[in-house]
């Protein structure tokens, strides 16, 4: 007999950890609307990051029940019970399913206001995160363009679409910014895959790190470390230049995040510690990319 979806087992499948990955594009989305004069809209700016937890925790669910059911999760090779919460809390498949579909109809019904403040193109930002939840979860997870499609949805429409919800005008200096974003959220899908290689390829898989082999892998993550770094950087000096300092304290904090997760291997042993760290490798180039936003305009 399965047991009932528990809060336990609820917070796993949605994963609070991961949040922060959703929250921190949408925080640079407001830092940019705030720089190009537009009013701040407290209420517009929690009815997107709600949107976004919620669209997020949906996806971790989706995805849990997903690799349930193709039998690429099974105890012998979970050994992180909080990353198995269907196999370890005995939870029914369909169970998590339906929560997956809860946390997607809340979604919806917390960007209502979005909806109602910026018109109907907000819909399109919505149905796009949707529809990738959906596409990644059964299909493209075991494809080698996950890292790219999470990048470009959590990273690129989070960013883009708040600074849309909260009146900025489209432009290429918001596309820009977006960037940065767009390359730490696909890290951190790098990240898991990579840990998860040898996993991946008996269930055959084919991840971008199964491609590639963990070297490779490594490689491309570095690859990609630098270039969201140095892109933040010489917008800060170049666009946000009154807060120029900040490219120091940028610099500095991804130096721990960069050595907990070169000193991991990226093994599947050691990856919660490389999770927990390119995590914060996220939160902090985006938030202190942010942060020079909000310093250059209050120094003008």
Request: glycine share 8%.
């Amino acid at each position: 007999m399965k047991n009932k979806l528990t809060l336990k087992a609820a917070l796993e499948l949605a994963a609070p950890h991961t949040w922060g990955a959703a929250i921190a594009p949408g925080v640079l989305g407001a830092a940019l609307a705030v720089f190009s004069g537009v009013d701040f809209d407290p209420l517009a700016f929690f009815s997107v990051a709600l949107v976004a937890i919620f669209l997020q925790s949906a996806v971790n669910t989706l995805n849990d029940y997903a690799d349930f059911i193709s039998g690429t999760d099974t105890a012998e090779n979970c050994t992180d019970e909080t990353d198995a919460s269907i196999i370890y809390n005995g939870l029914e498949p369909k169970t998590a399913l339906k929560f997956g579909i809860a946390l997607i109809i809340l979604a919806v019904i917390f960007g209502l206001y979005a909806i109602i403040t910026a018109g109907w193109i907000t819909l399109i930002f919505g149905a796009v995160g949707v529809a990738a939840i959906v596409l990644y979860s059964f299909v493209l997870s075991a494809w080698p363009t996950g890292e790219a499609v999470a990048g470009l949805v959590m990273g690129g429409v989070i960013t883009v679409g708040m600074y849309h919800v909260l009146g900025g005008r489209q432009t290429g200096l918001a596309i820009l910014c977006a960037v940065p974003a767009i390359l730490t959220i696909a890290l951190i899908m790098l990240t898991n895959n990579t840990c998860d290689i040898e996993k991946d390829i008996s269930a055959k898989r084919r991840t971008l790190p199964v491609l590639l082999g963990r070297k490779g892998a490594g490689v491309l993550f570095a690859v990609l470390t630098a270039v969201a770094v140095v892109m933040a950087l010489v917008i800060i000096f170049t666009v946000f230049s009154k807060a120029s300092f900040m490219g120091a304290v940028l610099v500095a904090a991804v130096l721990l995040p960069c050595r907990s997760l070169k000193q991991s291997g990226l093994l599947p042993e050691n990856r919660v510690a490389a999770m927990g760290a390119v995590i914060k490798l996220n939160w902090r180039v985006n938030l202190i990319f942010a942060a020079a936003m909000g310093i250059h305009l209050l120094l003008l």
